[in-house]
Structures are given as C-alpha cells and as structure tokens.
C-alpha cells in the first residue's frame, strides 16, 4: 500500500496559470519530499520538508505542510509547457529509511 | 545529472526466466534502494542496501534479491520472471544521515518488459 496520495490524479491548465497537488499521508513523518517524473524517465528531487517546518520555497515552486492534517500541498507559479511531468509526493517516517511513494499527480501544462 | 547509471536501459525477457539490473551509485553514497514502477503507478520500494548489507525491504517475494558492492555499485536480480514484473526499475542513491533517508537520487531506469 502507498503512504502518500496525491490529489488530483492528473491536472490540465494554460501556461502562465498556477498549478497546486496535494498530498495525504497516513503515519507520522520525519520529513515528505516531492518528485518530478518527466514521461517514463527517472524522478527528479525537487524540495524536501522537514515535519517541523510548514513552508518552503525553491524558485517557483512552493510546497507547505499540516502535520496536524497530515498533508502537503505543492504550487507552481506561473507554469510553462515545460512543467508538464508526473509529479510524487514521497514520505519517510519517524526514524525512517525508505521513501514511500504516493501514486502522483500528471500535470498538462498547455501553451 | 544525478550522477546515478543504469544499464540496460530496455530489455525483453520470457517468463520463467532471469534477470540482471545494474546501478551506479552516486560517488560517496552509503546507500542504493531499489524501486519498481508500473506503468502510470507510483514507485514501489523493493528493498534498500545500506554498506553492502540489505537495509530493508519491501513487500516483494524472495525471488527478488540484490547485492551492494564496495564501489557502491549494485545489482537488482529477479528470478522465475513473471508477466507482472513488466515495470521500470529504477536505482537511487542516498546518504542516510543519523538512520533517516533523504534526498534520492535516481538513475534513469531500465524498462523490463516479460513475454
């Protein structure tokens, strides 16, 4: 079974529009990552959060956490078509080490 | 770059059969997992090898094993192929600090298709 779900499944906007995914996990974390998967090739890192911070930002990207909700968000800003990948939430419990992956969020981004 | 190698990149194989999946690590990573994805799935966590000695596993039958080398290099062999093992497989490197994992680095994945 998967630790993470994403939310929505997949996702369709226009270039320039924001894009926001979420994430809802079941046990407690030590911290969640997020995973950028372009079509069939490796996933990519693109921010990890630790269960006592709440936000962080990386360029356009900015992901919060409710630790109390056990859940995350992801946004992009102002999106391009080049942003178009899956997008996985990953979690590693307290004192854990191994990521689990949620099923992930496919991201349209249309010119 | 990740600096994380895979080889073969695809590969078709027979069921009943055996294969051999490469990895190289990251230079000064004490730790390769293993995952495998099905086609438009999440990865799923076969197993971790931290200094050479597995480090975990997930929920995969025995007919799945692995070996870490002392260069960090690894190998992902599954035996007795079924029509199920279809899937990318996909090698990642880390540094566990204090015994918890973080940043993955993945290699690019070696498509494994069973006939």
């Known amino acids: 079974s998967q630790q993470g779900e994403e939310d929505p499944q997949a996702l369709s906007i226009q270039e320039g529009e924001n894009a926001t995914m979420n994430c809802s996990y079941k046990?407690?974390?030590?911290?969640l990552q997020w995973y950028r998967q372009n079509s069939g090739r490796g996933l990519v890192h693109l921010i990890l959060i630790r269960s006592n911070e709440r936000e962080k930002h990386s360029g356009r990207l900015r992901v919060t956490l409710d630790t109390s909700k056990k859940s995350s968000s992801l946004l992009i800003t102002a999106s391009r078509a080049a942003d178009t990948a899956s997008y996985f939430c990953a979690t590693v419990a307290a004192a854990g080490n191994k990521l689990t992956f949620g099923g992930g969020t496919r991201v349209l981004v249309k010119p | 770059e990740t600096g994380v190698t895979q080889s073969p990149t695809h590969l078709i194989k027979t069921r009943g059969q055996q294969v051999t999946l490469r990895c190289s690590s990251q230079s000064g990573h004490n730790t390769v997992s293993w995952y495998q994805q099905a086609l438009g799935q999440g990865p799923q966590f076969i197993f971790q090898?931290?200094?050479?000695?597995?480090?975990g596993r997930g929920n995969f039958p025995p007919r799945f094993s692995g070996l870490q080398f002392p260069n960090y290099s690894s190998e992902l062999n599954v035996n007795a192929l079924e029509l199920d093992d279809s899937a990318l497989y996909l090698c990642?490197?880390?540094?566990?600090?204090?015994?918890?994992?973080?940043?993955?680095?993945f290699g690019e994945g070696s498509r494994l298709t069973v006939l």
């Open positions: 046990t407690s974390i030590n911290n």
């Open positions: 990642a490197s880390s540094i566990i600090v204090n015994l918890v994992a973080g940043e993955l680095f």
């Open positions: 090898y931290y200094r050479e000695e597995e480090n």
